[in-house]
């Protein structure tokens, strides 16, 4: 399902006005006419149905007009179902080790896609400088990162509004994590030794959120396992080839998501 990402809220009657590239997304991409239907995201996370009350080509504007709950007769839908008022399946983190800018971008596209709810980057041990100092600059990096998840967003049609953090120390994100009240963690570690499989670690899931560290370049070092494990991390490892720390990201994400969907089929044996 596409949507749409709105970048300023309604107004008070209810109307959203779209113009420059946005226009040009609903336009060109979307090709949305008057009376159109689609699945808007606004600025707070919410999802809603709105209306092509008014396209305008010469002005360059489309005039979006929120529907009336349960409002569909007599449109055509371009997002194919709609708004979906509530994501799909697990609530997810992803404390991802802080990588070179490049792959830290592609990483934050496909959390996205795959429904991540938070993105956090920790400052790890192998961690290159460079891309640490690149993560802090705040102000740039902030702003595009939010481009490239609401551009996800308008792709995928994730429900989930993802988040990223302020990158955080090892030390603070399990300190984090344990505020935010826990669940099943879950660490990526290039090693095979004190690793449980996936399976195990994920038996005791009950529909709480679920948290995956993925190390940088180089993975995660021997003490921060041990950190991440004192608070409550269970450690994995994939017996696979040596995967790149933006291919071990959505690798684990997928895992995670494809083992618990046939939780119900799995046999474990003492």
């Known amino acids: 399902m596409r949507q749409f990402v709105a970048s300023s809220p309604l107004s008070s009657d209810g109307t959203l006005r779209v113009t420059d590239k946005d226009f040009r997304y609903l ?3 979307l090709r949305i006419q008057n009376g159109d239907m689609l699945a808007v995201r606004l600025p707070d996370g919410s999802l809603c149905n709105m209306t092509a009350a008014q396209v305008d080509a010469s002005c360059r504007t489309v005039t979006l007009q929120l529907c009336a709950q349960g409002e569909t007769s007599g449109t055509r839908f371009i997002s194919e179902h709609g708004a979906k008022s509530e994501k799909n399946g697990v609530s997810f983190y992803l404390f991802q080790f802080i990588a070179k800018p490049q792959k830290m971008d592609l990483i934050i596209r496909q959390a996205t896609e795959c429904g ?6 920790v400052i790890g041990e192998y961690c290159e400088k460079g891309a640490v100092s690149a993560c802090r600059a705040s102000s740039a990096k902030a702003e595009r990162w939010q481009r490239i998840i609401r551009e996800a967003l308008s792709q995928c049609g994730s429900a989930t509004n993802t988040r990223v953090a302020e990158p955080m120390s090892v030390q603070d994100a399990a300190s984090f994590w344990k505020s935010e009240g826990g669940g099943i963690a879950l660490s990526l570690y290039e090693r095979n030794e004190k690793t449980v499989s996936l399976h195990k670690a994920l038996s005791a899931y009950s529909g709480e959120r679920i948290c995956l560290a993925v190390g940088a370049e180089g993975g995660i070092s021997p003490s921060e396992i041990e950190t991440l494990s004192q608070a409550g991390f269970s450690t994995i490892h994939f017996s696979t080839n040596i995967l790149r720390c933006e291919t071990a990201a959505l690798y684990g ?3 995670v998501q494809s083992a618990l969907s046939e939780k119900d089929l ?5």
């Open 27 to 29: 336009k060109q991409v």
């Open 116 to 121: 991540v709810e938070l993105i956090v980057p």
């Open 253 to 255: 994400i997928a895992s």
């Open 266 to 270: 799995w046999q474990f044996k003492e």
